[in-house]
């Protein structure tokens, strides 16, 4: 079974430009949720979809967006990109347990740097 | 408001030593907790996790965690560290998104 799988693996940009991120989960799966860890600042929760809904968001500000397709694969967008940008973006999927939990699976992450 | 905190930012064990990682949560429901494994790199893999029933729960590569509800805590042991166990390993709390800690640094030193 392959698992979550992210594009790219590494990603350049400048200031000012925006970046694409790219994400399918595992099949079967349908809510993907993305993570942006930055040096020193740990995991903060970025976007959760479900069904092709946004269902939460975290505090980051609406430059940040995504969106999640029919087949439940999904992609973040970064506008206006800002040096502190710079961070490794982390995408898991999940489905419920029969205790009704969510269980993430994680992928190996798009390492986006701002220059 | 709901948060985890792990106190520890780098730990240092000798390889064959035990472990014991610890992590502590504040959240207003029945917690859902976990532990997550990174290796430099790469992503986070699952340890182990909670959901209910017996308060200590075993993992994968030998790793297990105990819930004290009384203590809002959920610390992470092993009884022998590997050196192959260096990673930085988390604790996350929720039902759907998760909320991860700061994150923990394990070095072994042989």
């Known amino acids: 079974e392959a698992g979550v799988t992210q594009s790219p693996t590494h990603l350049i940009k400048t200031r000012g430009q925006q970046a694409t991120l790219r994400c399918s989960p595992i099949s079967g799966h349908t809510s993907v949720y993305w993570y942006q860890q930055a040096l020193g600042l740990g995991l903060q929760f970025l976007l959760w979809y479900d069904e092709g809904e946004e269902r939460n968001r975290g505090n980051f500000p609406p430059r940040f967006s995504g969106r999640q397709f029919p087949n439940y694969s999904s992609e973040l967008n970064v506008n206006a990109l800002e040096l502190e940008d710079s961070a490794l973006y982390l995408c898991?999927?999940?489905?419920?347990?029969?205790?009704?939990?969510?269980?993430?699976?994680f992928g190996a992450g798009s390492r986006l740097t701002v220059l | 408001a709901q948060s985890v905190t792990q106190p520890d930012i780098h730990i240092t064990v000798s390889e064959g030593a035990s472990l014991e990682l610890r992590c502590n949560y504040s959240?207003?429901?029945?917690?859902?907790l976990f532990w997550y494994v990174q290796s430099p790199g790469q992503g986070l893999q699952l340890l182990l996790k909670?959901?209910?029933?017996?308060?200590l729960v075993q993992g994968i590569k030998g790793f297990e965690a105990e819930f004290k509800r009384s203590q809002s805590s959920f610390n992470l042991r092993k009884p022998s560290v590997h050196w192959s166990d260096a990673a930085e390993y988390f604790c996350a709390v929720g039902h759907n998104k998760l909320i991860f800690g700061a994150g923990t640094r394990l070095a072994v030193h042989p």
């Open positions: 959240y207003g429901a029945t917690p859902y």
């Open positions: 898991a999927s999940s489905a419920l347990t029969g205790t009704g939990a969510n269980v993430l699976t």
């Open positions: 909670y959901f209910s029933g017996d308060t």
